[in-house]
Nanobody, 127 residues
Framework: QVQLVESGGGLVQPGGSLRLSCAAS????????IGWFRQAPGKEREGVSG????????FYTDSVKGRFTVSRDFTRNTVYLQLNSLKPENTAVYYC????????????????????WGQGTQVTVSS
């Protein structure tokens, strides 16, 4: 069975950093891409980052480029999202998700391209 378990969220001051983890089971990261999304109250879910299974190519929404980094650890079957230089507007619940398509990640930022989701982890950026 597929399961995604997120951790690492918390309260941080502007300019601070967090590392989010997404521990996957029931499939291998070598076969399916992982996306990171976030959702703030009253706003739609937004694609933040993705990592392709075949070669590890990464994708980011423009607002986080240069500050966020997605990576994977095959030994732990875990994907990470490093959040640096955090801003208050980054406050949201962050979710990781498994892409539906074997070895695929077309339109990585579209939520319906993903079929399993973690429970989410809260990131709050405030002084």
């Amino acid at each position: 069975q597929v399961q995604l378990v997120e951790s690492g969220g918390g309260l941080v001051q502007p300019g601070g950093s967090l590392r989010l983890s997404c521990a996957a089971s029931g499939f291998t990261l070598e076969n399916y891409a992982i996306g990171w999304f976030r959702q703030a109250p009253g706003k739609e879910r937004e694609g933040v980052s993705g990592i392709r299974s075949s070669d590890g190519r990464t994708f980011y929404t423009d607002s986080v480029k240069g500050r966020f980094t997605v990576s994977r650890d095959f030994t732990r079957n875990t994907v990470y999202l490093q959040l640096n230089s955090l801003k208050p507007e980054n406050t949201a619940v962050y979710y990781c998700a498994k892409n539906r398509y074997f070895l695929g990640i077309s339109n990585w930022y579209v939520p319906r391209r993903y079929d399993y989701w973690g429970q989410g982890t809260q990131v709050t950026v405030s002084s």
